[in-house]
């Protein structure tokens, strides 16, 4: 690729964007009708009529219901699908939508919405356009709210989402060379106002932009940082999952035959309970991820707020001294929908049981 951030992407560069993918059977494209995705989608029909043998294209359009606009943008993308000899789809958002928090609600649901289209079409990926400025804002929003070396990270180029294989091809692209390609095309594409509208976080952040650059904070070195976090995160996981087959295994020494990573499958061990005291020894972000896993894989709402598992951790290790210094100490407590309990030495997560309902007053 270019260093030039204002040059279009050539034919050559698009081969390599999409490399990855080539022996994919279908891949939707996740296209709104704005400068990113069209680029997306004009990009990926250049790159597939070029190959001999490649995956099948479809592209997909989401309309969130939130805007009159957004009808007629689908049809302009359906337009210019069929021009590139695409099959296209648009699907809905239906139903009522949140008072509070509906960016991320419409988020949620437009990956669950591209994922249904997948499976339906047999692909096995979803592409979308997510830029290096998109990164930049990405880690800007996850270092306010606090986030660890995880979120940190951002977003990562390949990941698996709603049963299927999500990817961002555009991750090290900026917005600018998206926009020159298709201006040099001469393709027209949508303004979606609401990517200014700064009763949003991300448009406000991105607005700070420019002055955050001024000091060295460029969306090149932003997208940079998240790059390095997420080689540090990868290497704290694979830390994890050899502390995951020595607590599975009892604390048996790594030398051990079973604790191959090859011969290892949480699945076939009861992963549920491990011993505390080999819990404990072990360096706290290890530990707080180790609960993580074992929450996650147990519960039954959704992922754990970072926060209360890193306060359900600080129960743990205050249980866990009070017990070594002689007194009996058992703790109870519920988080994502697992039961996280300590008793007898042994730390146990499990399936938390249900709600009760409150009784109706008659």
Same mark, same amino acid.
């Given at each position: 690729? #270019?260093?030039?951030?204002? #040059?279009?992407? #050539? ?205 060295? *904070? ?23 999952? *050899? ?58 709402? *959704? ?60």
């Amino acid at each position: 690729m #270019s260093d030039d951030d204002h #040059s279009p992407i #050539s034919a050559q560069d698009a081969r390599r964007l999409f490399a990855a993918w080539k022996a994919a059977p279908a891949i939707v494209l996740a296209v709104s009708g704005g400068p990113d995705s069209i680029a997306l989608m004009w990009l990926a029909a250049r790159w597939r009529r070029a190959l001999a043998r490649g995956p099948r294209l479809i592209a997909v359009t989401v309309d969130h219901g939130l805007r009159a606009e957004a009808a007629a943008e689908a049809r302009d993308v359906k337009r210019l699908a069929r021009s590139l000899d695409l099959p296209h789809r648009t699907v809905r958002w239906t139903g009522a939508k949140p008072r509070t928090g509906l960016p991320a609600a419409a988020r949620a649901a437009r990956y669950r919405l591209l994922a249904q289209a997948a499976r339906a079409h047999g692909a096995t990926h979803v592409l979308t356009a997510h830029t290096r400025d998109d990164q930049a804002e990405t880690l800007l929003m996850r270092m306010l709210r606090g986030s660890g070396i995880a979120g940190l990270a951002a977003m990562a180029r390949e990941s698996e989402r709603e049963g299927v294989r999500l990817a961002r091809p555009f991750l090290n692209v900026s917005k600018s060379q998206l926009i020159a390609t298709l201006k040099k095309a001469k393709i027209a594409f949508a303004d979606d106002p609401t990517n200014r509208d700064t009763s949003f976080t991300r448009p406000r952040l991105r607005g700070l932009m420019p002055v955050l650059a001024t000091e060295g *904070g460029d969306v090149r070195n932003l997208a940079r940082l998240a790059s390095r976090l997420a080689r540090a995160n990868a290497a704290v996981e694979v830390l994890v999952d *050899g502390a995951e087959r020595y607590l599975a295994l009892g604390g048996r020494e790594a030398s051990h035959p079973e604790f191959g990573a090859k011969a290892f499958d949480a699945k076939s061990f009861d992963a549920k309970t491990f011993d505390a005291k080999a819990f404990a020894a072990m360096p706290e972000e290890i530990r707080l991820r180790l609960l993580l896993r074992a929450i996650d894989r147990f519960g039954h709402e *959704g992922p754990a707020e970072l926060g209360k598992a890193e306060a359900l951790l600080s129960a743990l290790d205050r249980a866990t001294t009070e017990k070594t210094a002689g007194r009996r100490i058992r703790l109870k407590q519920t988080l994502a929908g697992a039961l996280v309990s300590l008793v007898d030495g042994r730390i146990r997560v499990e399936p938390a049981p249900p709600r009760r309902r409150p009784a109706l007053k008659p």
